[in-house]
C-alpha cells in the first residue's frame, strides 16, 4: 500500500514548519533530530509520521497552533518549500550534529527553558540561528539502545 503522503514529504514539511525562517544549516539540524528520533525511538516508533505526528513534540502539530493551516496548505513551488526539501535529503547521514541530537527549542519564543533542557538526560550541543540543540547523555542514549530504541 502507498501512502498519499509519503514520509519524505511529512519530514520535509516538518522542517517547513518549525524551521522556514532558519539557515539551512538549521533546517537540515531539525531534520536530523527528527531522524534521530526516530533512530532511537525517542518520541517516536521509528516512522517520519510516527515521530512528526507524535502528540505534543512539533508545535506546528497541535489542533490550536496557527500555522498548522498555513503549513498544510503550503505551495509546492516556493523557495521555502523546496529549501525545506533540500535539508530534509541533507539531514540523512548529516554529521553536522553528533548521535542522539533529538530536541531544540528556540528562546525567543519559548519564555522559559524547558525543563527537559535542565534535566540529567540533556546536555546542549549548539546553537543553529535561533534554536539551541541539545542531545541525550551517553548514559541516556545508551539506555535508549539497551531498550531498543524505546
Avoid at 1 to 17: E, F, H, L, R
Avoid at 56 to 63: H, K
Avoid at 133 to 149: D, I, M, Q
Wanted: hydrophobic share 40%; glycine share 8%.
Amino acid at each position: 500500500m502507498t501512502a498519499v503522503v509519503s514520509p519524505d514529504v511529512w519530514g520535509a514539511m516538518c522542517i517547513y514548519a518549525e524551521a522556514r525562517n532558519q539557515p539551512f544549516d538549521g533546517q537540515v539540524a531539525v531534520g536530523i533530530t527528527i531522524r534521530e528520533r526516530m533512530r532511537l525511538r525517542h518520541f517516536s516508533d521509528g516512522t517520519v509520521v510516527g515521530t512528526v505526528w507524535k502528540p505534543a513534540q512539533y508545535s506546528w502539530t497541535l489542533s490550536t497552533d496557527a500555522q498548522r493551516q498555513r503549513v498544510l496548505a503550503v505551495e509546492a513551488d516556493t523557495d521555502a518549500w523546496h529549501t525545506a526539501v533540500q535539508a530534509w535529503e541533507a539531514s540523512e547521514g548529516s554529521d553536522l550534529l553528533p548521535p542522539g541530537t533529538v530536541s531544540y527549542y528556540n528562546p525567543a519564543v519559548v519564555a522559559r527553558k524547558p525543563a527537559w533542557a535542565i534535566s540529567d538526560e540533556f546536555e546542549f550541543v549548539r546553537r543553529i540561528g535561533d534554536h539551541l540543540f541539545y542531545r541525550l547523555t551517553a548514559v541516556a542514549r545508551r539506555g535508549k539502545l539497551l531498550e531498543g530504541g524505546k
